[in-house]
């Protein structure tokens, strides 16, 4: 069955880095375009940013633009997120996620918390 773990969460202080990685299995990895989600505490779960499947088209939420970079290694079967320049309200737990025609996946997610 599809499995998506995440991990490199931790504390940060601002204007620091992280490097998130979600390792997928039970799909092919390669065929699919991937997500990553946060939720700060006490909020809704919020869409952060998504590759296409080859990894040649990104998107991104307007407030991590210029600061994050999701990107793939579809020969390791992994998602990552590169975290820089953090600030307080980049706090939450973080998410990787994928879909197909009848199912979402998520991850068990991984705490990012970034503290003055």
């Known amino acids: 069955q599809v499995q998506l773990v995440e991990s490199g969460g931790g504390l940060v202080q601002p204007g620091g880095s992280l490097r998130l990685s979600c390792a997928a299995s039970?799909?092919?990895?390669?065929?699919?375009?991937m997500r990553w989600y946060r939720q700060a505490p006490g909020k809704e779960r919020e869409w952060v940013a998504t590759?296409?499947?080859?990894?040649?088209?990104?998107t991104y939420t307007d407030s991590v633009k210029g600061r994050f970079t999701i990107s793939r290694d579809n020969a390791k079967n992994t998602l990552y997120l590169q975290m820089n320049s953090l600030k307080p309200e980049d706090t939450g737990v973080y998410y990787c996620?994928?879909?197909?025609?009848?199912?979402?996946?998520w991850g068990q997610g991984t705490q990012v918390t970034v503290y003055s």
């Open positions: 590759i296409s499947s080859a990894g040649k088209i990104t």
């Open positions: 039970g799909f092919t990895f390669s065929r699919y375009a």
């Open positions: 996620n994928t879909w197909d025609d009848t199912n979402t996946y």
